[in-house]
């Protein structure tokens, strides 16, 4: 074979390489296509699950900025509500801060109103399948970091964060409002590190900050619980601010650069997390949040 023609077969399937190539591209750009973009705020999407039997079709609601960038992944702030809540009453708890794009809110509903958490709740739905569920399916949206993954619980949805914290590795940090850590269950060494900011209201009835049994649990003394992540994840002792009548507990240099507070709100209830300051408490969460 002389010279000339070995030069064309090597041009040709040089050609033919290039043409596998642009088409392995082309279809690599036709599956990203397929992905659905965010929608605006209060869009949903349902997960269904068998629950006593029964088929059950569970909302998930996503809250959006109002002007989406294409170039940004956003964080991602998975929220549980309390007891006999709907999952829309975080869209005003914190549409403050999804507004302007500080991260993308996720709602799901409980079953009856309610998280299965190992309290006295009327709900035999395995709540840990139904978030891996979830999380499944927002891995279908773009502009999501899902490097940046948060929870935030209150009350009942506390003790499913803590629940979730405990037996999850999806979160790089959580915070628990009027809700702290069970007898039933607790982090150990095994635990994956995780920062968390608890919060407890020093009026709280509903929830004692002293502990003790309620609603199904046997709870921890609030500082207790505190004390119990710290340990599980190897932080410092605590350092106490003042804040006006209120106290923040910090336990710093955890494991994995994690952190660990509490605040004690001496005048707070049940409901703190309602109202005029609650803008302000969710802020300073977010501001504890977004550094992990």
Request: hydrophobic share 35%; glycine share 6%; aromatic share 10%.
């Amino acid at each position: 074979m002389n010279l000339n023609k070995i030069i064309s077969l090597l041009v040709l399937f040089g050609c033919l390489s290039c043409s596998n190539s642009s088409n392995d591209q082309t279809q690599n750009v036709e599956d990203d296509d397929q992905i659905p973009s965010l929608n605006l705020s209060d869009s949903s999407f349902f997960i269904e699950q068998v629950i006593d039997g029964t088929l059950v079709s569970r909302e998930v609601l996503i809250e959006a900025p109002n002007n989406i960038d294409a170039s940004t992944d956003y964080p991602i702030v998975i929220a549980f509500h309390g007891r006999n809540v709907l999952n829309d009453t975080w869209i005003n708890k914190l549409n403050h801060l999804t507004s302007v794009g500080e991260f993308v809110g996720v709602y799901p509903q409980g079953y009856n109103k309610m998280w299965n958490s190992g309290g006295n709740e009327n709900s035999n739905a395995d709540d840990i399948s139904f978030v891996d569920s979830i999380i499944v399916r927002l891995k279908n949206y773009k502009n999501l970091d899902h490097s940046k993954r948060y929870a935030i619980g209150t009350s009942n949805g506390s003790s499913f964060t803590n629940k979730l914290v405990i037996e999850t590795s999806y979160f790089n940090a959580a915070s628990t409002i009027v809700g702290q850590l069970p007898k039933q269950y607790s982090p150990t060494n095994q635990t994956k590190s995780t920062s968390i900011y608890q919060v407890n209201g020093a009026a709280d009835t509903t929830c004692p900050i002293d502990g003790g049994p309620k609603l199904g649990y046997v709870f921890l003394e609030a500082l207790e619980s505190a004390q119990t992540w710290a340990n599980a994840f190897q932080c410092d002792s605590y350092q106490l601010e003042n804040i006006g009548d209120d106290k923040l507990y910090i336990f710093k240099n955890c494991k994995d650069g994690k952190e660990v507070r509490y605040l004690r709100i001496e005048n707070g209830q049940h409901n703190l997390h309602w109202g005029a300051g609650a803008n302000q408490l969710f802020s300073e969460i977010w501001e504890f949040l977004k550094r992990f």
